[in-house]
């Protein structure tokens, strides 16, 4: 596995989500789309994760990518036989332009509602970073969405059989949001959770543990640390896939197909690297 600390903090550390050409590179990376287990696809970019949930009501797509992704995205769900136009919903997992950036394009092919936390949606509508987010002001801003909606935690975003449960999980961000359901495939199915990101980040400059205008940062994080933690959890998508171990489990696909990704520990490692994460965070800022 990769050590998620050291392989992003070229990409994060000291001004999150700026565009670095390295880590555009990085997550603009083409990746062909696949099946994840029953019903559930990944069909992101090699370094920043989207999920298609599918159904004949119609489908749920998970985070849009940076700007650029938004042909990547589609043209993956299309490769995998289903429509852009038939999917009714967009879930943001959280409002940075690495994750949100091409859901106003993504919108606009499918008509879809997109949803997300009040936070969230707050951003994705005017396309403004949040002034309290601890990596403002190196955040890039965002085209703004059209026809979003907010939800509350532990909301179930339903769609025909479909159904999708929210989870604040902020601290990252204060829009932060990991999504859960089940899928079904050979007689079995599992809970699959769509973890957003944990990381304890800010800004050159800036505090993740002393931030004036997001003073329960590091509350919000531990919490929402616990919660992936404790959610059921046997196939797990993180938001940067090498976060958890993706494409480590993909490899095992050839040989025991889905069911290479279910590793019903996953949350607990990656809250574990979540906490790992933090403790480093704060002991630099500890500092004098």
Known sequence: MKNPIRFTAA?????????????????????????????????????????????????????????????????????????????????????????????????????????????????????????????????????????????????????????????????????STSWTWQSSEGGKTMHMVYADSLTAVAADGRSFSRNPLYRNARADIEHSIATVEGLECDVLVSAHPDFSDLWERKARQSDIKNEAFVDRDACRKYAADARAWLAKTLAKEAQP
Request: proline share 8%; aromatic share 6%.
């Open 11 to 175: 990409l994060l550390l000291g001004g999150a989500c700026t565009i670095a050409t390295a880590g555009m590179a990085e997550w603009m990376a083409p990746q062909d789309p696949f099946p994840l287990y029953g019903n559930t696809y990944y069909v992101g970019t090699h370094g920043i994760s989207a999920v298609l949930i599918t159904s004949p009501a119609g489908h749920i797509l998970i985070d849009g990518g940076p700007p650029g992704a938004s042909a990547q995205i589609a043209a993956h769900i299309r490769a995998l036989g289903f429509k852009v136009e038939d999917v009714r919903y967009i879930l943001n997992g959280h409002e940075h332009f690495d994750h949100a950036g091409g859901i106003a394009a993504l919108q606009k092919m499918s008509g879809a509602v997109v949803l997300g936390s009040p936070a969230s949606v707050a951003v994705l509508k005017t396309g403004q970073p949040d002034k309290r987010d601890a990596q403002y002001p190196n955040l890039t801003p965002l085209a703004p969405v059209a026809n979003t909606r907010a939800v509350h935690d532990g909301d179930v975003v339903k769609l025909g059989p479909l159904a999708v449960t929210a989870h604040f999980t902020p601290g990252h961000t204060p829009g």
